[in-house]
C-alpha cells in the first residue's frame, strides 16, 4: 500500500471510529441515518473519481463498503447506495447531468439513492415496471409508486427507470424536493431501519431533459448493472469478518465449550478468503462478466447468513439481547439476503445460465 493509500485508509478508520462507531446502537434502535458520516466522506475525497482508472474506482469504493459494513451494515448499505448512484451519473452520456452533479456527489455535498429494486426485478422478469414516463415539451412527466427507497432526505437525489411504453424506457435522476413527489419513511423492518428509507410517489413529477440519464433505460442498465452488483459484495464481506472476530472474542467462554461446534471461526475464515480469491480472479479476467458477478453475490449472501447463525450459537444467550451487536448481524443479513438481487433473484439468474 502506497502513502497515498496508506493516508486515506486512515482518514476512514479515524472517520468510522470518530462519526459512525458511537451511533451504531442509535442507528439499530433508534433508525438514525448516519447522514453526516456519509458527507465526510466525501469531504476526505474517498469518493474521488480523478486520475481513477475504472477498476481502482470500483475496488476503492468496495474498500470503504466493507470496512463501514464491519461497523454497522445499515450505514455501509446507505454508502452503497449513494456508490450506485455515482456510478449513474458516472456513466451517463449526458454531459449536463455528469459536469452538474458528479462533483457534488463525489464531495458528498449532495447524496443520492439508487431506486433500481422495482427495475431490476423487472428486467428479471420478476416485477411489472412501477413508474411510466409520459413524454411532454422539454422533458417527461413521471407518475407510479416506488414502495421503498433508501438513503433519502433533503438534498437528496434519485436514479428511477420509468416506462414510456412498451418498447422504451427511460432513466431519469430525480431531486427529492421535487413538487409532485410525495414521501412517507419506512421503519417498521427487522432491522436496517436507521437507512432513511421512504416509499415514493410520483404524481406527475416534471422532469426536464438535463435529468434525463439515459433515453435508452434498457442499456443502460445492463452496463451499469455489474457495478451496481460488486458495489454489494463487501456488505457482506465486512459482516462476515466481524462475525469472525466476535467467535474469537468469546472463544474462551463456558471453559471453551465453543470448540464442541461444528461451525468454527477458521472455517468461515477460510471461505471467505477463497470467496476473494474469486473476486481478485474476477477482476484479473473479466471485470462485467455478469454471470460470474451474479454467482459471487449468491455466494456471499449465504455465507454471510452462515457467519451470523455460527456468531449466535457461539455468543449463546447474551447475543440473543435486543442490542447486542451479534443478534444485529443477524438481522443486517438476512436483510442482506433479501437486498435486490434477492437470493431467490439470484438463483434465478444462476440456475437460467447454468
Same mark, same amino acid.
Given at each position: ?8 485508509s486512515?482518514i476512514?478508520k ?5 462519526d459512525l ?21 466525501? !469531504?476526505?475525497g474517498?469518493?474521488a ?6 477498476? !481502482? ?15 454497522c451494515?445499515t ?14 451519473v ?5 454531459e449536463?447531468?455528469?459536469?452538474k ?9 449532495i447524496l443520492?439513492a ?14 411489472d415496471?412501477?413508474l411510466s ?13 416506488l ?18 411504453? !412498451?418498447?422504451?424506457?427511460v ?7 421535487? !413538487?409532485?413527489?410525495k414521501?412517507? %419513511?419506512k ?18 413529477v416534471?422532469i ?8 435508452d ?16 459484495l463487501?456488505?457482506?464481506? %465486512? ?19 465453543n ?6 471461526a477458521?472455517?468461515?475464515l477460510?471461505e471467505?478468503?477463497?470467496?476473494q480469491k474469486?473476486?481478485?480472479?474476477l477482476?484479473?479476467?473479466?471485470l ?5 458477478i451474479a ?6 449472501a ?11 450459537l457461539h455468543? %449463546? ?9 451479534s ?6 443479513a ?5 437486498l ?10 444462476v440456475?437460467?445460465?447454468s
Amino acid at each position: 500500500m502506497n502513502n497515498f493509500a496508506l493516508k486515506k485508509s486512515k482518514i476512514l478508520k479515524d472517520l468510522i471510529e470518530q462519526d459512525l462507531k458511537p451511533y451504531v446502537k442509535k442507528i439499530d434502535v433508534e433508525a438514525f441515518y448516519a447522514e453526516n458520516f456519509l458527507k465526510k466522506l466525501g !469531504e476526505a475525497g474517498l469518493f474521488a473519481s480523478v486520475n481513477k482508472s475504472q477498476k !481502482e474506482l470500483i475496488l476503492d469504493g468496495m474498500h470503504l463498503v466493507e470496512e463501514t459494513a464491519k461497523t454497522c451494515m445499515t450505514t455501509a448499505f446507505c454508502l452503497w447506495c449513494h456508490l450506485a448512484a455515482l456510478t449513474y451519473v458516472r456513466n451517463t452520456s449526458n454531459e449536463v447531468l455528469h459536469q452538474k452533479f458528479l462533483p457534488l456527489l463525489e464531495n458528498g455535498e449532495i447524496l443520492a439513492a439508487t431506486g433500481l429494486s422495482n427495475p431490476m426485478k423487472y428486467y428479471a422478469g420478476l416485477e411489472d415496471l412501477h413508474l411510466s414516463a409520459e413524454p411532454t415539451e422539454g422533458g417527461y412527466f413521471l407518475s407510479g409508486v416506488l414502495p421503498a427507497v433508501s438513503n433519502l432526505g433533503e438534498n437528496h437525489w434519485i436514479g428511477v427507470v420509468a416506462a414510456v411504453n !412498451e418498447n422504451k424506457r427511460v432513466m431519469c435522476f430525480v431531486p427529492c424536493q421535487i !413538487e409532485g413527489l410525495k414521501m412517507k %419513511g419506512k421503519v417498521e423492518f427487522l432491522g436496517v431501519n436507521g437507512s432513511a428509507t421512504y416509499s415514493c410517489q410520483f404524481s406527475n413529477v416534471f422532469i426536464p431533459k438535463e435529468w434525463v440519464l439515459s433515453e435508452d433505460a434498457d442499456e443502460f442498465v445492463k452496463a451499469i448493472r455489474p457495478t451496481f452488483v460488486l458495489y454489494q459484495l463487501p456488505l457482506g464481506v %465486512g459482516v462476515t469478518k466481524e462475525s469472525i472476530s466476535s467467535i474469537d472474542h468469546v472463544e474462551q467462554r463456558q471453559n471453551g465449550c465453543n470448540r464442541y461446534l461444528k461451525k468454527q471461526a477458521y472455517h468461515i475464515l477460510n471461505e471467505v478468503q477463497q470467496f476473494q480469491k474469486k473476486i481478485e480472479v474476477l477482476f484479473e479476467e473479466d471485470l462485467f462478466n455478469w454471470t460470474e458477478i451474479a454467482k459471487l453475490r449468491l455466494e456471499i449472501a449465504y455465507l454471510t447468513l452462515d457467519a451470523v447463525q455460527a456468531n449466535m450459537l457461539h455468543c %449463546g444467550s447474551s447475543g440473543y439481547l435486543n442490542e447486542c451487536a451479534s443478534s444485529r448481524r443477524l438481522r443486517e443479513a438476512y436483510f442482506f439476503a433479501n437486498l435486490t438481487p434477492t437470493v431467490k433473484h439470484l438463483e434465478k439468474i444462476v440456475n437460467s445460465y447454468s
